[in-house]
């Protein structure tokens, strides 16, 4: 035979045998995810946990609710997506993970810890639709509160800066708020200027937390804490200004029409590390109306639409998510395990700016 040949031949063989090595490669690559895939599923179900699989999140997707999945394996404490329709059902997690979040109009604020050799540092995220990070900030402790407002334009986040609970006295907090097209940051609400009956406040222990939004760019609640009361702030990020409005407000959640205030309530009688019951506040009246929950709730309540409160409660897997109505009738009903943080971000957009428009600094 010509040597010629032989060597066509010989080249032939390899070739057939490095594409037999690429297939049988290939095959076992996906036996090998099929396996893990199964694996992931049966453990999910030996645990009597929801079914979380890797997949694709948009802030943008209507009718969806995402929050951090709080279910053992490997997408706990991941962003993750389901149906708002079906709060229960099978789940999408996203790889990003978070401790607090929220989004509206395409724009998310994801707060996280950075792990470290000696102690653990904390950071805010700014992610645009595709949970794409577009800007970072420092957070000075550990996360607690995180809302965006309804046309996404701006970004609030409370850290604990001393303590790590709400119910006592001994804590300190600070709360920032950033403009995500321009990366202006208001490091400490403590900047602006408090008014109280008419008169400028001022008071050495004063922390506020858990900013809520208006639709207007400019106007937001919060918490403002000092001579052992807490209050409900009117704020003005034009005039830098926080006007006292109403005591006993913690954790302030605006209505989606802009005309109730959502919020947990100190109440006598009740365990110290247990305090708060959750009520709706009238904002024209200041009228405030009890709900059906009767357990102490310690969040910062989201409006699923204008009529249905969502908030967490422990759980077996740290918390579940809840719902009751805002009008005081009806009962609590649990309507996801293993969540929190939840946002229906595709619910909430302002007639006059457009959703996901962002223009924050880069990190």
Not at 56 to 68: N, Q, Y
């Amino acid at each position: 035979m010509p040597l010629t040949s032989i060597s066509l031949t010989l080249r032939h063989r390899v070739l057939v045998l490095l594409a037999a090595v690429a297939v049988l490669a290939g095959v076992a690559t996906a036996a090998v995810l099929h396996a893990s895939a199964r694996a992931e599923r049966r453990d999910q179900a030996q645990a009597g946990g929801p079914q979380v699989t890797a997949g694709r999140i948009t802030l943008t997707d209507t009718g969806r609710m995402v929050f951090r999945n709080m279910a053992w394996g490997p997408h706990r404490d991941e962003l993750t997506t389901v149906p708002a329709s079906d709060p229960a059902g099978p789940r999408t997690a996203a790889g990003v993970k978070c401790l607090r979040f929220y989004a509206a109009s395409g724009t998310g604020v994801c707060l996280q810890a950075v792990h470290g050799a000696v102690t653990d540092t904390y950071r805010a995220l700014i992610l645009d639709a595709t949970l794409k990070e577009t800007a970072r900030y420092d957070v000075p402790g550990i996360p607690s509160r995180a809302r965006v407002s309804p046309s996404g334009r701006f970004a609030a986040w409370t850290a604990f800066v001393g303590g790590d609970s709400y119910a006592g006295t001994n804590f300190s907090t600070r709360t920032a708020i950033v403009d995500t097209r321009t990366g202006k940051l208001t490091p400490s609400l403590e900047e602006f200027r408090i008014l109280k009956d008419g008169h400028v406040y001022h008071a050495a222990d004063v922390n506020f937390w858990g900013v809520t939004f208006a639709s207007d760019d400019r106007t937001f609640y919060a918490t403002l804490a000092t001579k052992g009361g807490t209050y409900l702030i009117k704020g003005d990020l034009s005039t830098r200004t926080a006007t006292i409005v109403h005591p006993n407000v913690e954790c302030p959640s605006l209505s989606p029409d802009g005309t109730r205030i959502a919020y947990k309530k100190r109440v006598p009688g009740l365990p110290k590390d247990a305090p708060w019951h959750l009520y709706v506040l009238d904002l024209r009246t200041l009228r405030e109306t009890p709900l059906a929950e009767p357990r102490s709730v310690d969040d910062q309540a989201v409006w699923r639409d204008a009529h249905t409160i969502v908030y967490a409660l422990p759980g077996d897997y740290g918390a579940d998510l809840y719902t009751v109505p805002a009008d005081g009738t009806g009962k609590p009903r649990r309507i996801s395990t293993a969540a929190v943080s939840p946002a229906f971000p595709a619910f909430a957009t302002s007639p006059t700016e457009p959703a996901g428009s962002s223009a924050a600094r880069r990190p």
